[in-house]
Every structure is written in structure tokens, then in C-alpha cells.
């Protein structure tokens, strides 16, 4: 079946700098590409979405990039903060699903 | 936080029991979704309903059953079919199939 590859599982930033988190997926179709962040305990909740009739979109500290041809897509979060430490989701639209990478654990250091 | 509720927020289960979980909606969302989060782990689709009296089976459908009578609800049971059923449980509705998903606050159930 279809999948979502995301990496790293485990990526720890000091604080005040970039992270950057890769998912690459294999549905050729997929026309849909959501983040989620979901803190220890809560519910997952959605960050940035993007469309395939789109390459980049930015909401202040927060951008998404698509690279339709190679089938990647990247989270990119800038001058990163304590509240930003959670765990994020990455997904893509397949036969009508979401099909949702595995996660990666955000760790920002003082 | 309004919007999609469960309940309860914990479930303990004796083995050999079944176990609904509730999931509510008042978003007038079409399509609905269980998934189930193990820890440390991403998350698996269980059953997902487009519409109203349909459902189409997820990944993990094996050992659980969903209904889909009334637009805003969409309970999940557990059966005793499920071997190990210890996980978190998110419910989440969106108004298509291809649009935001908005997750409930989920359901922990434990077996004793």
C-alpha cells in the first residue's frame, strides 16, 4: 500500500534556531499535505496544510515546502521556542485517506 | 475546545468484554474517522464513514465495529475480538475526505 516516510524520529534544536522535518511519500496522486503537532497527552492539531497546485506556503514562523517531482515534502520552523517541543505529523492524501508519517519528536534545548 | 468530544476520557475493559467509545461532532463535518495511537507511535486508521449509514474499513479494522446512523456521531466498539486493545483512540471529523481533519481530545482505554 501506500505510505508517508518522515525524518528524523528525533531531532533536538537549541532554541532560537531552525528545524527542519522531512516526509516523502508514494502516492503520485496525492494532492494534499497537512502538519500536525500534538503535545504529551493531547490531541493532534493541525499547523500548515498545503495543496499540490502550490510549491511553498509560510505562516510566520512556520513553512511548508512541496517538491512534487521527487514526491518530498518539508516542515521548516525558525527561531524555535520551548512551546514549539511536541511531537509532528506529517500526511498525504491517498484513495481518499490521510496516510500519516510516524512522527517526529521535537526537542528545543535552553 | 469545543466542536468533537469523546467520551469517556479513560476506559478500563475486562478481557472478553466489549467496549463502545463515544464520538460526537457539532461541526456539521460529513466525514468522520477512528484512529488508533499507540505509544510513541504515529497514527492508524481504524474506520472511516463519507457519509451518513456508510463506512469503509481502515489499516486496522480487525476485532473493531463502527455505525454511522446520525450525521454527528460515529461510535467505535471494541470487541473482544481485538487482542490488545490498550491504545489511545482519536476520533476526528473533516468536511471532506481531502480537507483538515479537527481531532477529539480521545479516549485511553486500558485492559485489566
Known amino acids: 500500500g501506500e505510505n508517508v516516510e518522515q525524518h528524523p524520529s528525533t531531532l533536538s534544536v537549541q532554541e532560537g534556531d531552525s528545524a527542519v522535518i522531512k516526509c516523502t511519500y508514494s502516492d503520485s496522486a496525492s494532492n494534499y499535505f497537512p502538519w500536525y503537532k500534538q503535545e504529551l497527552g493531547k490531541r493532534p492539531q493541525l499547523i500548515i496544510d498545503?495543496?499540490?497546485n502550490v510549491g511553498e506556503k509560510k505562516d510566520q514562523r512556520i513553512a511548508v515546502t512541496l517538491n512534487k517531482t521527487a514526491k518530498h515534502f518539508s516542515l521548516h520552523i525558525t527561531e524555535t521556542q520551548p512551546e514549539d517541543s511536541a511531537v509532528y505529523f506529517c500526511a498525504a492524501t491517498s484513495n481518499y485517506q490521510l496516510i500519516w508519517g510516524a512522527g517526529t519528536k521535537l526537542i528545543i534545548k535552553p | 475546545d469545543g466542536g468533537i468530544t469523546q467520551s469517556p476520557k479513560y476506559l478500563f475493559r475486562k478481557e472478553g468484554q466489549n467496549v463502545t467509545l463515544s464520538c460526537e461532532q457539532n461541526l456539521n463535518h460529513d466525514a468522520m474517522y477512528w484512529y488508533r495511537q499507540d505509544p510513541g507511535q504515529g497514527l492508524r486508521l481504524i474506520y472511516y464513514?463519507?457519509?451518513?449509514?456508510?463506512?469503509q474499513k481502515g489499516d486496522i479494522a480487525e476485532g473493531y465495529s463502527v455505525s454511522r446512523e446520525k450525521k454527528e456521531s460515529f461510535p467505535l466498539t471494541v470487541t473482544s475480538a481485538q487482542k490488545n486493545p490498550t491504545a489511545f483512540y482519536l476520533c476526528?471529523?473533516?468536511?471532506?475526505?481531502?480537507?483538515?481533519?479537527?481531532f477529539g481530545p480521545g479516549t485511553r482505554l486500558t485492559v485489566l
Open positions: 476526528a471529523s473533516s468536511i471532506g475526505l481531502t480537507f483538515e481533519q479537527f
Open positions: 498545503i495543496r499540490s
Open positions: 464513514s463519507q457519509i451518513v449509514n456508510d463506512f
